[in-house]
């Protein structure tokens, strides 16, 4: 195809470090304690995969709200699990392609994983892979399928996988009778309450901590407690807008309610 | 392609500075204050990709009834960024293309905009580009995809792209799971009062104060103060064809309530 | 394809002046007044495309019953408006043609005209042209968005076009979203009064004046004055049958009153 | 294709005679008085297209229950016209045709009857050659469109057409949206009275009258003169059945009565 | 096709006797008195075909619950016929064919057919052949339409052809318009009673008199008298596992009750 | 096709040992008597094809909820049955393949087993090989017929063959109208009562008595003696999962509570 015969030619083998760490680009923030377990249970699937012998092949589903940084913790576990093959598969890496080129560019990446000892492959996006689109609905069943199969298609001998694939649609992921067929699951959380949104603002440096009590105080109706509900990603994308205006707590916090009142 | 072949060449770089100027045909008239305010905002996101470190990528939609100015004020705000790469994807340009072929469009677009160091994509009419139709409902799923992963695909380090979205159909796009793509979105507003509508007519300069005045007073119901809510295209259009018949007034107060009703 | 290389070459510029007279064979009956002022409106858009500089671009919806002379009426206003190119883009010239094919035919069409400095295209049946049947419903969505962008595409700086489309289908048309890309609409009624009706019988010169008081006499109930409600195509039709038959008047009364029950 | 170049080749000119007289295989039993009025109408739209200037098109419709003689009363009407060109479109001649092979096969059946003086086209089992199948509904849109096209395209001038079309499927055709194609339309009628049916089985000479009588005196219950409902082409293949089986008269009645059921 | 290629030739013209005999493997157990009546009225629609001159074609369906028995009672009739020629069209001969492929291969079935002076075709599980599946429904219009016009094709002069059709889905062909294609029909039953079950025990000398006590006392509830409803075929297969088991009595009724309460 | 091309050939002939072998990774555990008796129940089947003169095609359906231990049930009995020839259709030898690829697949798979005395096909997870999918519902229905067929195709004289197929779609398979075309099934259960679990942990070696006993008090309400209702195969994998953590009990103990769950 056309696009895919433009597309620069990457290595088969070794890991994709500047793909992935460009996923992480805004760094971990740890707002809440659930941050750290997720990273947590990810060392525990890598050791299980890395070192057992019973278990070649295991799949993990990272789920949660859009932007609530589901690819930046599935990149970190990866990148810190010191396998020696990486692949991400990425729906910006198929732009363009025709259903089969997909299936082709799935199926020979889980074929690069099967030939090293330890792998991981992230499948970032799941829904956008299998062109989900909620009217109808519609959705690629062959990509669908070879996923779900990927999924479960075992390893040579002596060699062994991890699977680590992020969706915002859980729910889409269970009426296709695909969420059953990983091995387990973890839930990425929104930023919840004032608490974890002051400690971002503090970390972004882009406030002073006055500005910070403003922004407090007209976000919401902070005596309800309201949960906030917004995506880590949102919040350091609203305070990069806040920046450019002269008005800048009056931008972020039309900018948060706004997303908080989608979120309704 | 036949009609592929047929079209004329454009430089892959550049800015298509008189395709843009023509979308801008009939001036921006400041009818409301609103439109000054559309503007700075435009202004405010060209800004956060054009200097920030931190936003290689920002999208933003326009949306609002038909014939608002949605165009026009995309076009303005790319050609007063001053940027040195702006890119308009357009169905109009792609007429009798296949399926395959607006992907490969769309692509290249984004892929020529990718290699420019701050760039401007201005998607005009979405819905038209993913041959939306309410019947069924319809529309090119591949092409939808596209535009969905081309909204998020980051650009190469260094490289910044703001991206200028127009629709008339918010609520389609909004059930599509589309909407949600874009980092930013802004409404654009029909003509609503009788000093609007006064406004633009003298700035027309077709009617005379005396003629303006029987417009006004056949409008609608004046009392009422009904919302007028038509959209400033089809009011320019509409004085256009008034202009050609002796009864002046009489056609402009027809088209115009026509209009209105079909608004209901 | 098959029946495209053996329909017969036109010229692809000047006027299908003979496929258009064709079009009005029983010439223009002027039953009512509504007849003369469709034709002035008509000439309205003729006169604000070719004269204004300020509208380039101008379409116009001809709707009503089957066979009430849409298409002669259209044909009219297009041989009489004087414009250099005039174009007659129908389903007859498309049979056999696949769905490309028929986007290329149109697209060729609008291609040529923008050639022209002030062009004619003439739509007719556009339901039939997109296939267009309602169980299903089907119809292509490749050949109604061809239509779609086409009617909105600018011509070239200094050109001029005219769009004058035809439809029995006006609130198909609508569910399509169609109906909105049209700057304005033209209805054109039925034969609705025993007055209208007597008129055409007479201009006919196929019944004798006692026949036409028989015929009256014997059609719905002439004391409800009821809508009669029948295309004039039909009508005339209907004389030609009767005029074999001898029962002449029962014949033509038949017809027209199984045309009336149709109706209801 | 395949079948399609296995199929004997026929003239392109001329009368399908014998093909046509094969379709009338039973002769015409005069069982009512229909079917000569059916006969006559027929003539009448015969010389509308073959002697009036005025009509050079003409479509009528032959509806009717399965089995009720459609085929062999247009055939009848077709042979006795006297016009020099006559072309039979039915399923039949086109099993195992793409749908690209079926609109090609019947579009050339038009070209070449355009290019006799006055033709007849006899359209057979339109829902048969539309592949209509009542669960989905599906068809082939392609070859409806055809259809409805070809009904429509004006002859070149100085060349007259009749089209003559069967259907057992009317409510269909008018669900299609396809039945108002046409200029008029004949219902063809079951054998409905005991008497119609004791003038087939005299004519048929296969009873006694004493068998007559008992055949009577067992189908469906005499005194309540109930509808029979049956088609002729059914009641003269029952006859035959019936003529192999020793007790002729009991086969018969049972075949009637099943018949007469499955109309209920 | 591939697996087409790999079928082994087999002659266009002469009795697939050995293909036939293998449909009749069980032999045809007289269980019931209907079973002769089936075999009787399938000779006379022989005699009707074959002898007289009035009936060049006729179509008969076979019909039942699965396993009564209809391939081998439809297989029986065609050679018992004494026709030159016959012809299995049979889903099985046709695994792995495109729809094109079947198109073909039924026409050319059907080709042959019409070859000979006297022929039989047999389609066998009609259901299957066009791809039938409820969820949907689905199924092979091409194919199904290819059926239905050549059940209704005339043969050529002189020559003359009976159709033998079988299905367990004789709803769907209601539902399908397909079933009025048939000239006739046949019901061919399930094993109801228990004397017909202790007939078909006894003919199969796998049990002795004691064993089919015990079988008949434990199977439903005898003094019901329920009907049993279970295809003959099952029944033969099911004496054949319980042959193996040394609980012989007990797994045959085992098995017949599962079916049994499957039927409900 | 690209991935077909890759995949490694096997001989077309003899057993597929070690890929069956890999099916049966955790061994048999014998935590019920149902599974004895799945296994004899094999065994009556492969005896009553590979012995008796009178069922030379014979397809038995193992199903059951996931992660139950079909395939290691299906490849069990298969290996020991000691057929000559073995093959397995499993879903991950066809990733990336064609409609028409698996189709050759299969139909390849049958037609080396008809060449073989006696042989045994295994068809594994029927509902992933169909391209099910619950949203739709989708599925392949060229593959859905051609196993249907395969399933009945009787293999050439002399030969015998038996299928076992398994499936957790035991309901999609009754609504396809697939699970008939089985002569017999077989269910394979869940671990549902405590001392089933106990049994498998205690074979498993991993927990010591004590933690056995904590395990089993922290996993449901065990007063209620609740139905667990697991799948052996994820209970194996939670030991390992459990393995890796510190609190291995609490680790494995919150596994199965969750499948627990979402069992309800
Ligand atoms: N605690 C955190 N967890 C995840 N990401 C974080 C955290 N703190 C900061 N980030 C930054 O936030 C961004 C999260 O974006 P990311 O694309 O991973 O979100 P996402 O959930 O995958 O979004 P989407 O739903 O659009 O796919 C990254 O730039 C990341 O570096
Ligand atoms: N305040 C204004 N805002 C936008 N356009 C204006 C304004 N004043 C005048 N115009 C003129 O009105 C026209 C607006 O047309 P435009 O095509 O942009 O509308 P649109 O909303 O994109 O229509 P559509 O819904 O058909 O896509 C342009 O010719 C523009 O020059
Ligand atoms: N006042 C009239 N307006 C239009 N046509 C007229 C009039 N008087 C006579 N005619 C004749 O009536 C016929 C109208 O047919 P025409 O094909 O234009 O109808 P139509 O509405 O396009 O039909 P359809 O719905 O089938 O497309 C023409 O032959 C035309 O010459
Ligand atoms: N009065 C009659 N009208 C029509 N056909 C008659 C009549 N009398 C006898 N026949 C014979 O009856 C048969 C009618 O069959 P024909 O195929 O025309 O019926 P049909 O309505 O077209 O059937 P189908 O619904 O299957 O298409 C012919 O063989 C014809 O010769
Ligand atoms: N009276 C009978 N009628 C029919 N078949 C019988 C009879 N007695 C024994 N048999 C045997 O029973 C078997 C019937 O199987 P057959 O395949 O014909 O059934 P079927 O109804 O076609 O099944 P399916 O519904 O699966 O197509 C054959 O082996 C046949 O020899
Ligand atoms: N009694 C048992 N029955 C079946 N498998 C067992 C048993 N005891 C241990 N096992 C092991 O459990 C695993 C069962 O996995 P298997 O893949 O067969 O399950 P499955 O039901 O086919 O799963 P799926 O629904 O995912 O296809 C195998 O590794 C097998 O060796
Ligand atoms: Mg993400
Ligand atoms: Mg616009
Ligand atoms: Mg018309
Ligand atoms: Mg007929
Ligand atoms: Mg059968
Ligand atoms: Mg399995």
Not at 96 to 120: L, N, P, W, Y
Request: charged letters at 25%.
């Amino acid at each position: 195809d056309f696009y895919h015969a433009l597309e620069e030619v990457k290595p088969a083998f070794g890991i994709a470090e500047e793909e992935l760490e460009s996923c992480v680009q805004g760094g971990i923030i740890h707002f809440s304690p659930v941050i750290r377990e997720i990273l947590k249970e990810g060392q525990l699937f890598v050791k299980q995969v890395g070192e057992a012998n019973a278990t070649p092949l295991f799949s993990v589903l990272l789920h949660g709200h859009p932007a609530t940084g589901k690819t930046a913790l599935a990149a970190r576990i990866a990148i810190d699990s010191g396998f020696p093959f990486i692949r991400l598969i990425s729906p910006e890496d198929m732009v363009g392609f025709s259903e089969m080129a997909k299936v082709q560019h799935i199926a020979k990446a889980f074929m690069d994983a099967h030939k090293s000892r330890t792998s991981i492959v992230v499948v970032d996006n799941v829904e956008r892979i299998i062109d989900w689109v909620p009217i109808g609905p519609r959705f690629s069943n062959t990509v669908l399928q070879t996923l779900m199969v990927s999924l479960r298609k075992q390893p040579p001998k002596g060699r062994r996988l991890l699977i680590l694939a992020t969706t915002t649609e859980r729910a889409v992921l269970k009426q296709l009778d695909f969420y059953n067929s990983f091995d387990s699951d973890i839930m990425v959380p929104t930023v919840n309450t004032y608490d974890e949104l002051l400690y971002i603002l503090e970390q972004s440096e882009a406030f002073s901590p006055q500005e910070i009590d403003e922004v407090l105080g007209s976000i919401g109706d902070i005596h309800d407690n309201r949960r906030i509900g917004v995506g880590i990603k949102k919040i350091l994308l609203s305070i990069e807008t806040a920046k450019q205006d002269p008005d800048k707590v009056g931008r972020f916090a039309r900018a948060i309610n706004r997303a908080i009142d989608e979120d309704l």
